[in-house]
């Protein structure tokens, strides 16, 4: 099922690279693993996005106990990810494949610079054949600049590096209309070719015992990658051969549309976080409709906490998100043209500034 594909990113959830009593690798499940990725890693580009970093960690922080600060659980991830990297370096050394540690923050990914700086990174290990094995940098992560999961984590660096197929390795086999732990008549998805408000209401934030992500992070990753050209595998990880066991029956597949935008547009339709939103006209929703620059004249409010070159949000009508784009002015410069003519600016502000406040090539459609 995944032998078409060129570059794959396989993202491994907690619940199964470690086993939930001893809080310890799942040594046989990664032996396992590794002799799979072997048959793939000479013909296809392979990543990997591993959790599992905080809870083997865990034991040394707070024995049998729960971690609630986040102090705790950076100092859990910071003993746990020496542990996972060296059982990925141990394991793949047997097939005689490198791996390349990338810790990665939300920062990482939103802020255009950094993003490119990451992308060249990982890249330049793929030409070199280093499997790169990426995870949030958990020890600096605050819960404000943190993806919290590693299913969007993967999406993005799927769409980073213009991957084809994103699996998500999981205790899952696959999407379904209801829980399947709860609903007995619970039927699976096998083909998804959109992700509708339908779709994302039978996701459920159900977790595992691990791990920080339920169906709903996992539509999430799926919907970032098809927005990117990528298709995306939900499966079950608990098989004997669990990628190249991999098919129709044992999983679903969100299947992508080709037709991707610029890498800078995806970049911009798949930003997670926003600084700020502006809400706008009808007149400047006509506008964006056809492809045109938001002028200050169409927009009605402002907010957040946005600079110059920050990326935010467009609202139409009153909290439907319609658009995202790069704004041109800070939100203090922003408020005091809103409303107003183009040609005003200039007056208003003291200095000649741009005619619009999000340009058509920094502005993308969200629906």
């Given at each position: 099922?995944?032998?078409?594909?060129?570059?794959?990113?396989i993202?491994?959830?907690?619940?199964?690279?470690?086993?939930?009593?001893?809080?310890?690798?799942?040594?046989?499940?990664?032996?396992r693993l590794?002799?799979?990725?072997?048959?793939?890693?000479?013909?296809?580009?392979?990543?990997?996005?591993?959790?599992?970093?905080?809870?083997?960690?865990?034991?040394?922080?707070?024995?049998?106990?729960?971690l609630?600060?986040?102090?705790?659980?950076?100092?859990?991830?910071s003993v746990?990810?020496?542990?996972?990297?060296h059982q990925w370096?141990?394991?793949?050394?047997?097939?005689?494949?490198?791996?390349?540690?990338?810790?990665?923050?939300?920062?990482?990914?939103?802020?255009?610079?950094?993003?490119?700086?990451?992308r060249?990174?990982?890249?330049?290990?793929?030409?070199?054949?280093?499997?790169?094995?990426?995870?949030?940098?958990?020890?600096?992560?605050?819960?404000?600049?943190?993806?919290?999961?590693?299913?969007?984590?993967?999406?993005?660096?799927?769409?980073m590096?213009?991957?084809?197929?994103?699996?998500?390795?999981s205790?899952?086999?696959?999407?379904?209309?209801?829980n399947?732990?709860?609903?007995?008549?619970?039927?699976?998805?096998?083909?998804?070719?959109?992700?509708?408000?339908?779709?994302?209401?039978m996701?459920?934030s159900?977790?595992?015992?691990?791990?920080?992500?339920?169906?709903?992070?996992?539509?999430?990753?799926?919907?970032?990658?098809?927005?990117?050209?990528?298709?995306t595998?939900?499966?079950?990880?608990?098989?004997?051969?669990?990628?190249?066991?991999?098919n129709?029956?044992?999983?679903?597949?969100?299947?992508?549309?080709?037709?991707?935008?610029?890498?800078?547009?995806?970049?911009?339709?798949?930003?997670?976080?926003?600084?700020?939103?502006?809400?706008?006209?009808?007149?400047?929703?006509?506008a964006?409709?056809?492809?045109?620059?938001?002028?200050?004249?169409?927009?009605?409010?402002?907010g957040?906490?946005?600079?110059?070159?920050?990326?935010?949000?467009?609202?139409?009508?009153?909290?439907?998100?319609?658009?995202?784009?790069?704004s041109?002015?800070?939100?203090?410069?922003?408020?005091?043209?809103?409303?107003?003519?183009?040609?005003?600016?200039?007056?208003?502000?003291?200095?000649?500034?741009?005619?619009?406040?999000?340009?058509?090539?920094?502005?993308?459609?969200?629906?």
């Open positions: 099922m995944i032998n078409n594909y060129k570059k794959i990113v993202k491994i959830g907690s619940s199964s690279i470690i086993n939930n009593k001893t809080k310890k690798i799942n040594s046989k499940w990664m032996t590794c002799k799979d990725i072997e048959k793939y890693h000479k013909d296809k580009n392979i990543i990997i996005v591993c959790s599992g970093a905080i809870a083997l960690g865990s034991n040394l922080i707070k024995k049998n106990k729960s609630t600060k986040l102090e705790d659980k950076q100092a859990a991830a746990g990810q020496i542990e996972l990297a370096r141990q394991n793949l050394k047997e097939h005689k494949i490198n791996i390349a540690q990338v810790l990665l923050t939300l920062e990482d990914s939103e802020v255009r610079r950094r993003y490119l700086n990451a060249k990174t990982i890249n330049t290990l793929l030409t070199n054949k280093i499997i790169p094995v990426v995870n949030e940098n958990d020890t600096v992560a605050t819960e404000e600049i943190r993806y919290g999961d590693n299913d969007r984590l993967a999406a993005r660096v799927a769409q590096i213009d991957a084809d197929l994103l699996i998500l390795l205790d899952v086999d696959g999407f379904y209309d209801k399947p732990t709860k609903n007995k008549d619970a039927k699976k998805i096998s083909e998804i070719f959109k992700i509708t408000r339908s779709i994302e209401q996701a459920n159900q977790t595992s015992s691990l791990g920080s992500g339920g169906m709903t992070t996992k539509i999430s990753a799926a919907k970032i990658c098809m927005n990117n050209g990528c298709d595998i939900i499966t079950n990880s608990a098989k004997k051969q669990p990628l190249n066991s991999i129709r029956t044992n999983s679903s597949i969100f299947i992508a549309s080709k037709n991707s935008s610029s890498s800078r547009k995806q970049w911009l339709l798949n930003h997670l976080h926003p600084s700020g939103f502006i809400k706008i006209d009808e007149g400047a929703h006509k964006i409709k056809n492809n045109k620059s938001l002028l200050p004249a169409g927009v009605i409010e402002v957040g906490k946005f600079s110059r070159g920050d990326v935010i949000s467009v609202y139409y009508p009153k909290k439907e998100k319609v658009a995202i784009g790069i041109a002015y800070d939100i203090y410069e922003a408020r005091k043209i809103i409303g107003k003519k183009s040609k005003e600016i200039s007056k208003i502000l003291g200095y000649e500034g741009r005619d619009e406040i999000i340009h058509k090539d920094d502005l993308v459609r969200t629906i």
